[in-house]
Structures are given as C-alpha cells and as structure tokens.
C-alpha cells in the first residue's frame, strides 16, 4: 500500500506540473493541495518524518538551484541579495511578528516566532515560479540568489524563538553571536568542500557515468550534515558549495544536471504533498480570516518595508524595488520551518502550522500567479540570458578517458569568428554540436563560431586544458587559426 502511494504521488505531482502551467500557478499549489485531498483516504501526522523529508529536499532543490546560478549574475548583485537574505528577513519577521501577536492573541515571542517562520522567501518556489520568466536577468539573478542564501536567517530565528520560549532565561547576545559563527562556518565549509567535491569529481574515475551524480549528491548532503555537526550553518554551505560547483570546470557536468533535476522534482512533490497530508481543511477554517489578514500584511506591508529599507542605497529603482517586494514568495521552507515548534512541544504549534499553510497558500496563488504580469506592467521584461542555451542529450561514455565537454563561448573567445577548420585544437577533438539562439546546429567545417555559442566538444580528459585555451581563452590580439 506505500509503495502505490509513493508511485500515486508521483504520477499525480507530474501531472499536476501541467496543469499549474496552464493555469499560471506555481506547482507547490497543486502539489499541496493533492496532499490535503489524499489525507481524506490516507491519515499521515508523522510531523518528523515530514521534517526530515523536507530538510533533505532542501539540500536538493538548494543544490540543483545553486549549481544553475551563474557567479557573474550574482556578483554584481551580492550585496543586494546579501542584505534582503539577512536585515530583510529580521525586519520581516518583526513587522509580522508584531501583526501575529495581536491578531492570533500570541504572545511577543510566539508572535516572533511565527514571524521568523514566514520570514524568507523561499528557493524552491522562486527557482519554480521564474525559472521560465522572460524578466531582467538582474532582477532574477537578485531573488534567486537571496532565497537560496536566506534560509539560514530564517532558521537561526526560529530555533532562537523556540529556545527563548522555552528557556526564558536564555541570551539574546549568545544568540546574536551564535548567528555570526553559523553563518561563517557555513560560507568557509561551502567554500572548502565545493572546491574539494570538484577535485574529486573532476578526477576520480567511475565505472559508469551515471555514478557521478550520485557521487556529487552525496557529497551535497554531507556538506549540510558536516557544517551542521560544526555549528555552522547546513544550508547556506550547500548553497555556496552549490554556487562555486556549478561555476567550476566540472566533468560531467550535463549528467549531473539533468539527474539534479530530475531528483529536485521528485523531492519537491513528495515534500509538498508529505506537507498537504498533515493539513486538514476544517481546521484550515478556523484561522481562515487570521490567515488572510496576516498574508495581507506580509504581501503589502511587511515584505515591502523590508525590501525598500535595505535597498534604500543600491541601485535599484522604484519599480524594481516593487516587483522584488512582490516576489517574496513563500513555500516548503516556512511549512517545513513550521513542523520545528511541533516537534519542540510549543504550546499553540498547530495553530502556528495552519496559519503559516494558509500564508503559504495565498502567497503562491496571488504572488505566484501574478508575477509575470506586474513584470510587463512595470517593463521589467525582455532580456533573455544566451548563456542559457539548452542542453543537448548525448550519449554515455561509460568507464572512458573521453568526455563531451560544454563551452561556452563569450565575446573574449579567440575562437569567435573563426571556421572550425581554421581551429587549431588537438588531435583526436571533435566538435559534434553547436548551440546558437536556442537552436541545435550540425557543425561542418566551414561552419563560423560566433559570439554566444555553445559548443559540445569530444575530447579525451587529459586535453581538456589545451582545448578550453583554444576555444575559451582571452584574446590576445589576433585569433587562434592554423598556421
């Protein structure tokens, strides 16, 4: 009977995709509202279960979104992203921190408490909702990269709240400073186990391809438990991990990206509907106008506060600064985050969880639905990334020395405008693929590289160095030809 019901919520969740993108709506919608109807006929309140499930689709959908993120769209932007993923999140959860307290009749610290719980936006729901947006690479760049890195701010406020509800006696200063060293430890391990993972990946020889992301995944999640065990911050060091992996020179890279994919869909429905069968409709009616009202004051109020005081000096206009306000939107981290009072025993905890659902639910539906039109509305449309070329499916090299590796080629290439005969790559390369303007083009000899392609070349590994110098090194004022 589980097994039909995992392989129940998995038929359901793709199917469900469909439906979310002709009706505009992110999927996590649909994904949790099959939840709440499969616990009509299946009763699920396993609350750890569901915490952990979720912990781990976190380290997932963070690590397939981190690998994705691009160092040189991001690192314009890091300070932005930087302040909206720490002061935003703080002066978020005050402001609805303070709404909760009078309008659930908590007190200040259960007020705070539900406030840090719907303080983040959330990564899984951002890389959903405007991964197929045509909107300003700044702006994207922007969200994706503070709700990949906010989540340690969220959880650190929550687990504060819920020690100083439970221990009234504890340090706000032992807090704070907790916070700094969670933070530092989780950038420094990120750091350090990505560039080891890389090195391991890049050099390590498997019997078979398809054990490369499995390796890569692995090592993802030994990262979080690692950092975790260290004091630091799991999430954030995935997240960077995640980053500086995904801006490496990493073998096999097209494999473990489509097996991250793949794997982030199955464990972003199995969360969301793990998370709909712990919700249950009748009790969602009785802090129905309390939910309203505080997503109101989240959406209008508080997110938009936050937004424009820590942009207030960047270089953000008014109308950026409103559709940024208007994307914080809420998903598996808050109701996740939600599960921790529960397992903690806090007194009003399912009242916290229904609430923090209904915030969730009205967040997608309005915000998510309505993102790409308020982009139009304010002309914050049209830039499409080339870099962001599709894939090509190629085949298995299995246990070889070869490779295909994927280049992508930037106005600073001494390849650009040169014919592939006129290349001067080493023996035994072939270049069995060009990606031009979202198109697949079969290269010839006479075919000309341009600026903006992307090149799928067959290389055995010991060349890869001497073939990226050809095809992706800097000008050094003349292009490479044959001599």
Known sequence: MLIFLFSAMLIIGVVATKFSSRLGLPSLVLFLLVGMALNKLVYFENVELTQLIGILALIVILFDGGAHTKWNHIRPIIGAASTLATLGVLLT????????????????????????????????????????????????????????????????????????????????????????????????????????????????????????????????????????????????????????????????????????????????????????????????????????????????????????????????NAKEQLFISWAGLKGAVPIVL???????????????????????????????????????????????????????QLINLGNTDSEIMEVAITSESPAVNVSLIDLELPSNTLIIGIVRDGELITPTGNSVIENHDTLYVLINKRIRDKVKKVLHGQRNGKKVRKS
């Open 338 to 392: 939600a599960t921790y009072p529960i397992v903690a025993g806090i007194e009003n905890s399912h009242i916290i969880f229904n609430a923090v659902f209904f915030v969730v639910l009205i967040s997608a539906l309005v915000q998510g639905s309505t993102l790409s039109w308020l982009a139009s509305k304010l002309g914050l449309t049209g830039d499409k990334d080339h870099h962001d070329a599709p894939s090509m």
């Open 93 to 316: 959860t005050v402001v609805t921190g303070l709404a909760a307290m009078y309008i659930l009749n908590f007190s200040l610290l259960e007020g705070m408490l539900f406030g840090a719980i719907v303080g983040s936006t959330d990564a899984a729901a951002v890389f959903s909702v405007l991964g197929n947006k045509n909107i300003k690479k700044r702006l994207t760049s922007t969200l994706e990269a503070e709700s990949g890195s906010n989540d340690p701010m969220a959880v650190f406020l929550t687990v504060a709240f819920i020690e100083m509800i439970q221990i009234p006696d504890s340090s706000i200063w032992t807090a704070i400073g907790s916070f700094f060293i969670q933070m530092a430890l989780g950038l420094l391990f990120g750091l350090i186990l990505g560039k080891i993972i890389v090195l391991i990946i890049n050099h390590i020889k498997l019997d078979a391809a398809g054990l490369y992301p499995v390796l890569a995944m692995g090592m993802a999640i030994f990262t979080y438990v690692i950092t975790d065990l260290a004091g630091g911050s799991g999430l954030l060091a995935v997240y960077v991990m995640a980053v500086l992996v995904g801006n490496s020179d990493l073998m096999y890279r097209f494999t473990i990206s489509r097996f991250n994919e793949g794997f982030s869909w199955m464990m972003q429905i199995v969360m969301f509907i793990l998370l709909g069968l712990l919700v249950f409709p009748n009790q969602l009616l009785d802090v129905s106008w309390q939910g309203i009202i505080l997503s109101v004051i989240l959406m209008f109020i508080a997110r938009p506060i936050a937004v424009f005081i820590c942009m207030i000096f960047m270089k953000y």
